[in-house]
């Protein structure tokens, strides 16, 4: 029995258009979000959505964000590189919470557990999403400088469903 396995998450370099991604769910190239300026560009687009387009624009990014990393400087001078070698430099990744929960999604998160978050952001389980750009003060209050890139606060359809969140493990790693 021959076992074939296929690599969901690559990247391509596109004359012209930088790094692309083919979308699992979407079937179609993608641009990273790799600037400030384009994750505040899609932080707004998301703003404008109904909520089940919300979901999947969110299920979506986290799953390009699998293909990226966050360059990181310690106090200390020491600068971290990506570990994986496949993947892009970005400057940050807006920051889910459900429930009240933080979702800590970093550099060292397994794909598989993405994976699952994403089969967990859908309409039966997720009845409302507030997403707060950088630039609103509340983002701020709410998140510290963990909202740098904006906050996604998503309201589970019923308080029961926060657990199938927690199991995830996705904490934080401070």
Request: aromatic share 8%; glycine share 8%.
């Amino acid at each position: 029995m021959t076992v074939l396995k296929l690599k969901i998450f690559s990247n391509l370099i596109l004359p012209n258009f930088g790094y692309a991604y083919i979308s699992p769910s979407l079937g179609r190239a993608q641009n990273l979000i790799l600037t400030k300026e384009q994750n505040d560009k899609w932080i707004d687009n998301l703003k404008t959505l109904s909520l089940d387009k919300q979901l999947q624009l969110i299920t979506d990014r986290l799953l390009l964000d699998t293909n990226t990393y966050v360059k990181q400087s310690y106090a200390d001078g020491i600068k971290h590189v990506d570990s994986l070698g496949a993947r892009v430099e970005c400057a940050g990744k807006p920051t889910l919470i459900v429930g009240g929960y933080l979702m800590t999604i970093d550099n060292k998160t397994q794909t598989t557990k993405v994976i699952s978050l994403t089969r967990l952001l859908t309409l039966k389980y997720i009845g409302k999403i507030l997403v707060l750009g950088h630039k609103d003060p509340a983002t701020m209050a709410l998140g510290g400088t963990v909202g740098e890139y904006g906050l996604i606060l998503a309201t589970p359809t019923r308080d029961k469903y926060v657990r199938y969140f927690k199991r995830l493990g996705l904490m934080p790693n401070y």
